[in-house]
T-cell receptor, first 111, second 116 residues
Framework: DAGVTQSPTHLIKTRGQQVTLRCSPI?????VSWYQQVLGQGPQFIFQ???????GRGNFPDRFSARQFPNYSSELNVNALLLGDSALYLC??????????FGDGTRLSIL | AQSVTQLGSHVSVSEGALVLLRCNYS??????LFWYVQYPNQGLQLLLK??????LVKGINGFEAEFKKSETSFHLTKPSAHMSDAAEYFC??????????????FGQGTILTVHP
């Protein structure tokens, strides 16, 4: 079975732009979570979606938004990009009551 | 609120030596605890999890961890290090049950270096 897939793998943007990151969960996984991993730090929880409903939100500004589609894939949107948004963005999926499986991430660089 | 503290941002061992990576947690509710490993330019791979069953948890690649409630610790060990164990290791905590697996709080990570 395919694992969690994220696209694109790398992205370069400039300050003030908007970006959309995409995630396809493992088949059958209804929960998708997003994490931000700044270089040298542990991942920070951004959002969790389950059955297309938001189940949790971390301490991130409103510039960050996400959604989950009927096929359980998900998008993370970030508006008005700042230099500090440069990070590895990780998507993870899981079935109910099971630990998450992580994708390889999207590395976002802001110039 | 939950938090995780990993003691030691870098740990260096010789091949064949004991690996010990330390993790302490804080949680106001019964926790689930996890160890993940991250190789360069990759996502995180689950090594093992504690979900309130046996306190000594065995994972993949010969790793194990022991949940000690009195010490609020969940240290990761491996009796004999291999060169392939060199990576960054993250301890994480979540609330018990249901979709809470999807809301992990991670520690800062420990980079393990293995010398020949």
């Amino acid at each position: 079975d395919a694992g969690v897939t994220q696209s694109p793998t790398h992205l370069i943007k400039t300050r003030g732009q908007q970006v959309t990151l995409r995630c396809s969960p493992i088949s059958g996984h209804k929960s998708v979570s997003w994490y931000q991993q700044v270089l040298g730090q542990g991942p920070q929880f951004i959002f969790q979606y389950y059955e297309k409903e938001e189940r949790g939100r971390g301490n991130f500004p409103d510039r960050f938004s996400a959604r989950q589609f009927p096929n359980y894939s998900s998008e993370l949107n970030v508006n008005a990009l700042l230099l500090g948004d440069s990070a590895l963005y990780l998507c993870a999926s899981s079935p109910q009551d099971q630990p998450q499986h992580f994708g390889d991430g999207t590395r976002l660089s802001i110039l | 609120a939950q938090s995780v503290t990993q003691l030691g941002s870098h740990v260096s061992v010789s091949e064949g030596a004991l690996v010990l990576l330390r993790c302490n947690y804080s949680s106001s509710v019964p926790p689930y605890l996890f160890w993940y490993v991250q190789y360069p330019n990759q996502g995180l791979q689950l090594l093992l999890k504690y979900t309130s069953a046996a306190t000594l948890v065995k994972g993949i690649n010969g790793f194990e961890a022991e949940f000690k409630k009195s010490e609020t610790s969940f240290h990761l060990t491996k009796p004999s290090a291999h060169m392939s164990d060199a990576a960054e290791y993250f301890c994480a905590v979540s609330q018990a049950g249901g979709t809470s697996y999807g809301k992990l709080t991670f520690g800062q990570g420990t980079i393990l270096t293995v010398h020949p």
